[in-house]
């Protein structure tokens, strides 16, 4: 059973930082890519960032330059830098991870920010 564990969310003034963490447990994780998205209230849930097994990233253009995805295989642990926070990047943090073409979710750790 894929389980995925988030942490790190917090409450912090524009131009904060965090850092967010999803360990995961029952599956290899090495071969998983990886992926953080956010919901924010009434609106979808949306992309943030990926991480590719060959560590290949991608991020939104609303968190270039601002946010960075990293993993540590040896952890089953995925991270999510963010600086430079904005107010607009309040929500909910998901991480996301695919094994067997299946999609897994964590429960989300919530991020504020304030003006």
């Known amino acids: 059973q894929v389980q995925l564990v988030e942490s790190g969310g917090g409450s912090v003034q524009a131009g904060g930082s965090l850092r967010l963490s999803c360990t995961a447990s029952g599956t290899i994780f090495s071969i998983s890519p990886l992926g953080w998205y956010r919901q924010a209230p009434g609106k979808q849930r949306e992309l943030v960032a990926s991480?590719?097994?060959?560590?290949?990233?991608y991020y939104a253009e609303f968190v270039k330059g601002r946010f960075t995805i990293s993993r540590d295989n040896a952890k089953n642990t995925v991270y999510l830098q963010m600086t430079g926070l904005k107010p607009e990047d309040t929500g909910v943090y998901y991480c996301?991870?695919?094994?067997?073409?299946?999609?897994?979710w964590g429960q989300g750790t919530q991020v504020t920010v304030s003006s």
């Open positions: 991480i590719a097994t060959t560590d290949d990233t």
């Open positions: 996301h991870l695919i094994a067997a073409d299946n999609g897994y």
